[in-house]
């Protein structure tokens, strides 16, 4: 993947992250619908706006459970494209469904002749379109589809009643449903090249140099987003790693070789880790990962033997073999309100007793807090 292709990936990941970042207004949107199906339900005591306006709620409610089911997911910052894609249908489907729905309802009330009824619609359907423009407007694709699939009913159903009135609402809500759409394809040229901007910044700003891992600030920026969305008993690992043999590799080969040894390895941990893990370099032959979502202990050590295996392996520097090993310490804690210096600095401790404890003992050692 080229680094224009990465932060195109990274641009996307943050567009979608957007759909699910305020549930609010799709709360807001299910209490209205539910008012609104009532109100013009009773003063015309008609079965099929019943029918259309009650699937129009539960598809709604729909949309509220799905987006709030997955909003920890969506805003966790270990999303790749794939993933990323897979939020945007789950969030785009049930929008969709309650705009052709909340369209059909609105086309059902214009092509009758209950001016009250109309006029609440007005107000539903334009209050709507504007929160679509405001809350999805960053995803054309969502946005102007479900804008037009909500009021395009009602324009043509009003416009084929021949009346000034009515003909002039159509042409009123037509010129604002294209004005709208510029506006949103706009925004999103607009803050595509703002977010772009900001995540190169960002990305320099927060990578170690020589190997391109994200380094301490950004181990600990990742960390404190994704603590903040764990619920209670989310199991959190931390692991502390040097490299053993790293000192002699600089004083007979020299520091050149040494950095090329350090960006290997750093190639090493990004695949032994999962996907959604994150490894930091925190400094000389130091690192650290996180680990998020585990559902046993048991898989933060397996994690830590599997990098150990992996480092253990001979690397090829230039023309020379160079067998190097690492040690690790793990801490597992399921407490919420934990900050990442307490772990690391436990990790650390444990790192060290491993350190000590040795020859013959394990390279890794776990504690659980």
Sequence with gaps: MTQSDALSDKVYVELIRSLYANVLPSKIMLGITGLYVSLIGRSRGDWLLWAIGLAAFAACALRVGITVSLRARAMTAALDRTAARKLELSY???????????????????AGADQSAQMLTVCVLMGYCAGVATGTGLRPMIAIPSIVMAIGPAIVMSALRLEPVHAGMSVIALAFLIGGAQS?????????????????????????????????????????????????????????????????VNDRYGHAAGDELLAAVAERLRGAVRAGDIVARLGGDEFGIVQFGLNRHEEAELLARRIIAAIAQPFQIGADDISISACVGTVVSSESGTDLETLLRNADEKLYQAKRERPGAPQVLTSIL
């Design 184 to 248: 949103v394809l706009a925004q999103h040229r607009l803050v595509m090249t703002e977010i772009g901007k900001r995540l190169t910044s960002v990305s320099l700003a927060r990578r170690d140099g020589l190997t391109a891992l994200p380094n301490r600030l950004a181990l600990r920026e990742y960390f404190d987003e994704n603590a903040s969305l764990l619920g209670a008993g989310s199991v959190v690992a931390v692991h502390y790693l040097d490299l053993d043999g790293f000192k002699p």
């Design 92 to 110: 785009s489907v049930p929008y969709y469904l309650y705009s052709v729905l909340l369209g059909a309802l609105g086309g059902y009330v214009f």
